[in-house]
């Protein structure tokens, strides 16, 4: 077994002493990106009955509600409303993508934060730098397992996740470097998430319980709750016991040069990435030759080989499992023109429209494509085939939203929750997070009024 | 991959359709003595300071004090209690253990169980019941993927223990088929713990939070939050994700005709079970012999090969790791006659007197050795040769504790935290649990008056 140095208190002692001054202008950039994408995740997300039944559930155990729940009126503890936030922020399946490892960084990290505003004195500053340290620490963990620990079915937002939020919690309570290294023990301890759930509540029970586990980890560790000092790097320990390989000088080299919330990604559609490219080329031969389902014959996709493993449900029932379905993903787009959440709703996976094209739909494994390329084919009935070759989808860091698209997309998430208005003060909110001097702010102007 | 049937679903329906009239009655009087040992682990670690720092963290969070918290004046919620029972109870790692697994069954089950009946108007007969099935649940699955499971580094106590906690209460919450199957499912996702953090707080966190991670699925099935149908047989699911090794047909075979909780074992030492034997030819011998410490030049030990890798600790440097020590337990069990919680008080392990023996301890492996058995040798001063083969280790199931044995030990624990009279009433309570007809009684009356 390799010898490995410090790797746990090495990042526990970075986390401690990084210096929001030292973050680079276009980092701090992309973490307010990655806060307004998570934001509008969180509350096009929070009337979701998942969010809803959790909430059922946890209601009668809460405790002092000192915090908002993204998009509602309840109030509730911290804990709990760390649960419902990552819940909606990830229900939709439409948050953000760190492509290296398909962790969806913002979910665990800041559903913990925001709520522990309300509770502390805290600056938007120290809000964010918390939250840019949190992606850190669970990309980083995610690098030195990825793809041995996904591949065995763990569900590595939340598994990883729950690290990022304790480090970012830890980092707002100012804890010292053996409290900071007990509280990624703690959090490590509790890692879990099969993607066996992938298609159910549990789907998004993952993030949310990451983002709490980890909240509850660093408060265990202010009070000097011990753990193992080699969480990452023991025998036993995260690295070994969950992942079939492992390389451990992902997590501590460059710390403090390199940030990983640089290769944050935005989704565009409301679904699992790997089927974008196949939805962002389906989108682009509908809207240039004006095609509808009528003229079509059939649909050929040439994709890469994790379309098939992750979202190759033939006939999905009901809406979550659509979004494990590249074959209603690509019939729906074209129908529709979009794969936003609507397009997941269980009536339109279940409308006869939808399933006869979708029916119509083939989708072939090419070892040769990369993640984010497809190509699409389209048999006409008069005869025609008009092909596109995606090279890298919309969201992708080669083509990547814009902060218009992000508008876009977090006030079309509002609509039904927040009032027009109100959705564009909250969006002025985390776009200048960085600049609010009372972070509370942040969860409770979400609450609708 | 092998092809399984519905084994989730198999084990939930049986767990919902059970009836306590069906269980046999020695499998009722065993279920009382894991009570009784339980509640008396419980109340005697209530004070250790993993308890002290757990509720101090927890508390600002915490929910309606619906619930009481063995051996302690505080009142709180009941997911909090779960945690709070579940560390103490096993904080001494001095509660039970099915042997077949290592799993130490009450805690995660009991430790939910109990705070439960608080809030939920349910009688003493269904309270031990619903122990009795969650005990089968978790040594069930404890069954089936041990020791593969156990070898990669899981602490299965916490692992297959909140499946435990969710059926039991799942029970009590009168979940259907559908509902257990979930419960199952939402407590599986959360399945975690590692080995690495053996000799620190987290270990006793894990049965803990194994309880109130069990108790929050229950209440999410309840409010029929989904997860998948097949938690435990799915090629991502628990019995291939976290374990090299599996057979389903522990799981399910025979259900309702052999309990588990019939092999269930208590400990006469406050340390893990492997050390047993040698504490006890230790002992032996020093009785038999009026040994002292002076007397001795060197003891060797011959003992089963799980004993060095799990309590091979050379210098333990607090009580914690004098627990995974059998060279600090074989000495301070010469010195002092017995290896009881105050054994392995942080004084004690650093007594230089019992450092001085501890040296002369040398523990050799031997493959032929089984778990409970040990050879100890003691070289004296004068140049006699003492020897006891340890067939069967008190507290086996070939040498079981006697209910005397079992009361003594449970009022020794009470020892500091209760009045002797109350330790009386509440240890007849317990004995007497299946005839309780409001079990909330049951941890309310271990509130210190």
């Known amino acids: 077994m390799q010898e490995v140095e410090a790797v746990t208190r090495t990042l526990a002692s970075y986390v401690v002493n990084a210096r929001y001054a030292d973050v680079p202008v276009p980092v701090r950039d992309e973490a307010l990106r990655s806060l307004v994408n998570w934001a509008g995740c969180a509350i096009g997300g929070s009337r979701h009955e998942a969010v809803n039944r959790a909430l059922a559930a946890v209601r009668p155990f809460s405790g ?101 939020a304790a480090a ?3 980092k707002v309570l100012g804890l010292d470097v053996q409290q900071m290294t007990w509280a ?33 980890a660093a408060h265990l560790a202010k009070q000097n709750f011990t753990s193992s ?70 649909i050929k996709l040439r994709v890469a080989p994790l379309v098939l493993e992750l979202t190759g449900k033939r006939t999905p029932r009901v809406g979550l499992e659509g979004k494990f379905s590249v074959f209603h993903s690509v019939a729906v787009a074209i129908i529709r023109g979009a794969a936003g959440e609507s397009e997941y709703a269980d009536d339109v996976v279940t409308d006869p429209n939808v399933i006869a094209l979708r029916d119509r739909v083939d989708a072939h494994v090419d070892r040769g494509i990369r993640d984010d390329e497809a190509h699409v084919s389209i048999t006409l009935k008069d005869g025609r085939v008009l092909e596109q070759h995606v090279e890298h989808a919309l969201g992708s860091l080669e083509r990547p939203m814009s902060n218009d698209d992000l508008e876009r997309k977090f006030l079309r998430l509002c609509e039904g929750v927040l009032s027009a208005q109100q959705a564009q003060r909250v969006l002025a909110n985390f776009w200048s997070a960085d600049l609010i001097k009372d972070a509370s702010e942040l969860g409770r102007a979400t609450v609708p009024v």
């Open 229 to 298: 000092d080699r969480v990452l790097e023991a025998p036993r320990g995260f690295g070994f016991v969950m992942s079939a390989d492992r390389d451990f000088s992902e997590v501590t080299k460059n710390l403090g040069e390199q940030f990983e919330i640089s290769l944050n990604t935005y989704k565009p559609f409301a679904c699992g990435i790997v089927i974008h490219p196949a939805i962002d080329g389906a989108i682009q031969l509908r809207n240039g030759h004006g095609l509808t389902a009528e003229m079509i014959e059939s």
């Open 64 to 164: 002092t509600p000192e915090s908002s729940i993204l998009g509602r009126t309840e109030r509730i503890d911290v804990l709990n409303s760390a649960l419902l936030n990552g819940i909606s922020s990830h229900v939709f399946d439409f948050d953000d993508t760190h492509l290296k490892t398909i962790i969806h960084p913002a979910g665990p990290v800041a559903s913990a934060l925001i709520p522990l505003a309300e509770r502390l004195p805290i600056t938007g500053v120290e809000l964010l730098h918390a939250f840019i340290l949190g992606v850190e620490v669970e990309c980083r963990i995610g690098n030195a397992v990825y793809p041995a620990h996904y591949d065995i079915g763990w569900h590595i937002t939340g598994t990883a996740g729950v690290f990022g």
């Open 168 to 170: 970012a919690v830890g």
């Open 184 to 216: 990624l023990g703690i959090a490590g301890t509790q890692s879990s998430g099969f993607r066996e759930m992938f298609g159910t509540m549990c789907k998004s029970f993952h993030p949310g319980r990451a983002a709490q586990n980890g909240l509850l």
